[in-house]
């Protein structure tokens, strides 16, 4: 049934920050939660990332993560500067930048990844 569709516009972060943010300045904090489409809208961001202070994304098995690895994702970022750590529910932060362990390119559960 069409009738219950309709199509919405499809943007880039960076794309939208230059039609619909007036603002030039710094972007404070940026939290992306897209349900595993995560890092598509990292790959669509760097003058945005540019700009960033902070950063918080989610990582886990669905979307895309099935075909992209955290691994890339860190060294993204790292390019632009940040420091990334996994965060967990009980506000403890483990540094992945640098640091990055084997057994997470085994482990595809839920976490939150926090840059800066």
Known sequence: NDTACQEVPVFSLEDYVDKYVRAKGPVNILQIDVEGWDFDVL??????????????FEYHKDGNWNKYHLPDAIRLL?????????ASDKGRLWRIT????DIYNYWHGWSNVACV
Do not use: N, P, Q
């Open 98 to 101: 640098e640091c990055y362990f």
């Open 43 to 56: 790959f669509g961001a760097s003058s945005v990332l540019d700009k960033t202070h902070y950063l918080e």
């Open 78 to 86: 790292d390019g632009k500067g940040f420091t990334c750590y996994w």
